[in-house]
């Protein structure tokens, strides 16, 4: 029966230039890291993805002997690289299209984690206390997000989360939440935006940001939120 391959099993020599690769790859990694806090997001996401990657595909490269340390890391970076730019240039122009449609709104546009553009609107612009009425001033925010979709952002799908706080019970809560989220389909829909790329979420008070103990916690806790995220990255 042969023996796992082990970074241990390899000759010395292999074994030294491996972990020499690999350590240097490393060093690489965190300058290419450091380096970037000046690229934009879809940039940032390819080198940090190769980088990565490379590391790994070293790694694993010695795990067989050393000998394909080199072609382990070239493979992945390759890999880490086509992982990294899951932000597309079409999600990176709708996020800017959006920052500029919201300058001076309390409304906060950001990348998440899993590469998904979020649009988060506080209560002050979007419902009343007890109202799914959408107010005016989402109305605004609502247009240029429709005219995002039908332009540069065809086939990037929308979800659309509401949430309410902690005042009253979950049967008025969760409906409510639900019926804020169709709100704000119902009016992409009507603006050209089709409806199947819409889905609609109600959390009622279950996902708070703030202490519900307060006014002005509450206030936050009333929200909803737009995620938007490129079919290529499920």
């Known amino acids: 029966m042969h023996k796992p391959l082990s970074l241990s099993s390899a000759p010395l020599t292999s074994q030294a230039g491996a972990r020499s690769a690999i350590i240097a790859l490393t ?3 965190a300058l290419v890291l450091a ?17 990565i990657g490379a590391v790994a ?3 694993i490269g010695a795990m067989t002997g050393g000998k ?6 070239a493979i992945g970076a390759a890999a880490g690289a086509i ?11 709708q996020r800017r299209a959006m920052e500029q449609a919201t300058q001076g709104t309390p409304v906060e546009v ?7 553009l979020k649009l988060d609107i506080p209560n002050d612009i979007s419902f009343s206390t007890g109202s799914a009425s959408l107010k005016p001033e989402l109305r605004s925010v609502l247009e240029a997000f429709a005219n995002g979709l039908k332009g540069g952002g065809q086939g990037t799908l929308v979800r659309v989360v509401g949430h309410t706080d902690s005042t009253g019970s979950d049967a008025v809560n969760n409906p409510l939440s639900l019926e804020r989220a169709e709100s704000v389909r119902n009016f992409l829909n009507d603006r050209g935006v089709s409806q199947n790329r819409i889905e609609v979420v109600g959390r009622g008070s279950r996902e708070p940001i703030a202490s519900n103990d307060t006014a002005e916690g509450r206030s ?6 737009i995620f938007m995220r490129d079919p290529a990255s499920n």
Request: glycine fraction near 16%; charge should be positive; charged fraction near 30%.
């Open 83 to 93: 992982a990294g730019n899951l932000w597309s240039k079409r999600m990176e122009d």
């Open 68 to 73: 394909n340390t080199v072609k382990g890391a």
């Open 110 to 116: 950001t990348r998440t984690a899993d590469n998904q």
């Open 57 to 59: 595909g070293a790694a």
């Open 35 to 51: 380096g970037c806090e000046n690229m934009g997001a879809r940039e940032r996401g390819t080198a940090q993805g190769a980088g």
């Open 27 to 29: 060093a690489g990694v």
């Open 220 to 225: 936050k806790n009333r929200r909803v939120e």
